[in-house]
């Protein structure tokens, strides 16, 4: 097999069909070979001829069928069937099915290939998530973008790529002016206070900067000063960024998140570039003024009345807004970085925004055929009311409260269940809880809001990480039970209905594992987890280990469900989750 992926290796065949039958050629990939739907009795579809219907002036049946009686694949498929419009629907072989699953007991990546072995060479990607704003304690807001990004980052490094990550802070700008001159009126620093204190300051400047003329005229001179380097006013914004990133790494390690203090690049970071971004986009002819402002119109973007809209790349009074330090980004990461892919883990709201800076990007010569830039979108998190999430006193949830929220109701939960010791019974609660938080959102298509709900992300039962660690766990236990595990080259045998459909799931984690990384949606393997979950379930139910009638046997099934448990806590831990060996 290419690699232990099923798809691609039955790829492999529809080419060299299409190529004897009709003298098409495609790559394994473009075979379009994806498992099928639960249920569907086939355990893989190609829809390669609805593709090329078109493109031969054939029917599409006529090229599935083309691509049957052409196919060499007796060795892995039973005989292919042509279904409805034009698919071809594959049953492995069962014979084919027992061997390449006991060969998976000694393959540490579980079939899957890495990208020099899949379609491309592994690319550079440069990933923009976390995003906090200094000076400000996180909130509920910064989740999706938080554990999105890593699970990202985690499938992208699993399958061979370099990633670097950057934490786009808020760090610049108007508001440090006023919160630096609001400090200096109140004779403080930030060493002497907590992010909470400088939470509650913050909005103390705010209302001043919007009451009182004389100090929103000082809190701008301050932000020229910040901006020429005055060694006073930069002292005090260090202070505040450093606790800051106290507070930012105190959750980021709570939350089990890959982002550290050598990833952090804030605005501050792309400030000494801007000037040379304006002044790139000007020598280009991309920029007209427009009211005072150096603006860029990419073209096809229109306000309500049809009119052009700007991007503004240098305010009227020479400052600058997010659409310059966008760009500045752009301009680095792939100019002076060298990153192939520029991706934006940031939520929807913000999609027109992106499609400027990439076209204005584009126009500048910054992205192209070389470097590409992607947002990675995402909606609200929604409360049981149907409205975006907020305390009982309708302010933003503080992430580190829903964090230890989450913490304390797993150890309710698991005290009732659980015989483990007081120490472990800790960093169980922790890893369920955390871990339920995570999975109720990677477990959504991203792009849609979902209702953050605990007793429904905290179940035992349904698409639930708990659902899944409880799984890993008893695929272990059982094991433990046997005594030993199953060495690599033990003889699988699929005599069981349920033995067959956890064999083929868990073949199938490859394909699950490709299209969650390339499409950026970690609700995909969600899916391949939760129904390897419930086939190890039937299995279970079905299939005695430990009493089975016999030694073959029973080690044929331990076989399975240590690969369960490997795919289990693999796909977990993709998706930036703990799976602990006992609950």
Not at 204 to 228: G, H, M, N, T, W
Not at 286 to 298: E, M, N
Not at 443 to 455: H, L, P, Q, T
Not at 561 to 580: D, H
Request: hydrophobic share 40%; glycine share 8%; proline share 5%.
């Amino acid at each position: 097999m290419l690699g232990g992926d099923v798809g691609l290796e039955l790829g492999l065949r529809v080419a060299n069909a299409l190529k004897a039958a009709l003298d098409v050629e495609i790559t394994p990939v473009e075979a379009l070979i994806r498992p099928s739907a639960p249920g569907r009795g086939a355990d893989y579809q190609c829809n390669v001829a609805m593709s090329l219907a078109k493109r031969l002036g054939r029917p599409p049946r006529d090229v599935a069928t083309a691509i049957v009686d052409h196919l060499d694949a007796a060795d892995v498929v039973e005989p292919p069937e042509v279904a409805g419009p034009g698919f071809v629907n594959f049953t492995l072989r069962r014979e084919w099915l027992q061997e390449q699953t006991a060969r998976l007991l000694g393959d540490e990546r579980l079939g899957v290939p890495t990208a020099p072995a899949d379609r491309t060479r592994p690319k550079r990607y440069a990933i923009d998530y976390g995003s906090p704003n200094v000076a400000k304690e996180m909130h509920v807001g910064h989740l999706r973008s938080s554990i999105i990004g890593d699970a990202v980052v985690r499938l992208l490094e699993f399958a061979g790529h370099e990633v670097i990550r950057h934490n786009h802070l808020g760090d610049w700008g108007t508001p440090f002016g006023m919160l630096i001159e609001h400090m200096v009126d109140q004779g403080w620093t930030a060493a002497d206070h907590t992010i909470s204190d400088l939470n509650g300051f913050y909005q103390q400047a705010r209302k001043k900067f919007d009451a009182d003329p004389e100090f929103a005229d000082r809190a701008r001179r301050r932000v020229v000063a910040l901006q020429s380097g005055d060694e006073t006013t930069l002292a005090l914004w260090r202070g505040l960024v450093e606790e800051s990133e106290r507070h930012f790494a105190a959750v980021y390690e709570l939350l089990g998140v890959k982002l550290t203090a050598d990833d952090y690049y804030g605005e501050s970071f792309y400030n000494p570039f801007l000037a040379d971004v304006v002044q790139e986009l000007e020598a280009k002819g991309l920029t007209s003024v427009s009211d005072g402002a150096v603006c860029v119109f990419p073209p096809g973007f229109t306000n309500r009345e049809g009119e052009p809209l700007p991007l503004i790349v240098r305010k009227s009074d020479g400052g600058y807004g997010y659409a310059s330090t966008d760009l500045a980004t752009v301009r680095y990461w792939t100019r002076e970085r060298g990153a192939t892919d520029l991706l934006y883990v940031v939520g929807t709201p913000q999609a027109q925004h992106f499609r400027m800076v990439f076209a204005t990007a584009h126009a500048a010569g910054w992205l192209g055929d070389e470097h590409r830039a992607v947002h990675i979108g995402f909606g609200s998190i929604l409360g049981e009311d149907g409205k975006v999430l907020r305390t009982r006193a309708g302010g933003s949830v503080k992430l580190v409260d829903l964090l230890r929220e989450a913490v304390d109701r797993s150890t309710a939960v698991m005290a009732e269940r659980s015989k483990l010791d007081s120490a472990r019974q800790e960093a169980v609660s922790r890893a369920v809880g955390i871990g339920a938080v995570k999975y109720a959102d990677l477990s959504n298509d991203r792009e849609k809001d979902y209702v953050f709900a605990w007793d429904r992300m905290l179940a035992m039962e349904g698409n639930t990480s708990v659902y899944l660690q409880y799984a890993n766990a008893r695929a272990l236990s059982v094991v433990a039970r046997v005594g030993r595990e199953a060495e690599p080259g033990t003889p699988v045998a699929l005599a069981e209905a349920a033995e067959r459909a956890l064999a083929v799931k868990i073949l199938q984690l490859p394909a699950a594992l490709t299209t969650a990384t390339e499409e950026y949606a970690p609700h995909k393997l969600c899916t391949h987890l939760y129904e390897t979950a419930v086939a190890f379930s039937a299995f279970w139910e079905n299939c005695p280990i430990a009493k089975a009638p016999d030694e073959r046997t029973r080690m044929s099934r331990l076989v399975l469900a240590q690969l369960t448990s490997r795919v289990l806590v693999l796909g977990l831990a993709l998706l930036g989750i703990e799976a602990p060996d006992q609950l």
